[in-house]
Nanobody
Framework: VQLQASGGGLVQAGASLRLSCAASARFSNWPVMAWFRQAPGQEREFVVGIRWSRGYTLYADSVKGRFTISRDDAKNTVYLEMNSLKPEDTAVYYC???????????????WGQGTQVTVSS
């Protein structure tokens, strides 16, 4: 089973991007998918998580109101719509699956390869 993240790119501040994370199969044992990001020289940080079955979401304060997570169950794909991007959003974005929506990245069991998002000022 694999996770494939895509959609990153170079944009100007204020622009939007949509990231996708496609799973090769439905992870019945891992009902949660989340996005994390890691900027150069910094630790990986939680961005947002969603529980497949109930649609429960948890956002980091830094992205609340600007980022929106959604899912397409038929495609086993989760999207991250990022609006009003800021230079501080620059990072490699990773998707991951796990059993619960938590901010601790050690609780997630499978990770995608990451997609670079660069926001210029």
């Amino acid at each position: 089973v694999q996770l494939q993240a895509s959609g990153g790119g170079l944009v100007q501040a204020g622009a939007s991007l949509r990231l996708s994370c496609a799973a090769s199969a439905r992870f019945s044992n891992w009902p949660v998918m989340a996005w994390f990001r890691q900027a150069p020289g910094q630790e990986r940080e939680f961005v947002v998580g969603i529980r497949w079955s109930r649609g429960y979401t948890l956002y980091a304060d830094s992205v609340k109101g600007r980022f929106t997570i959604s899912r397409d169950d038929a495609k086993n794909t989760v999207y991250l719509e990022m609006n009003s991007l800021k230079p501080e959003d620059t990072a490699v974005y990773y998707c991951a699956v796990g059993p619960n929506v938590v901010r601790d990245d050690s609780k997630y069991h499978l990770w995608g390869q990451g997609t670079q998002v660069t926001v210029s000022s």
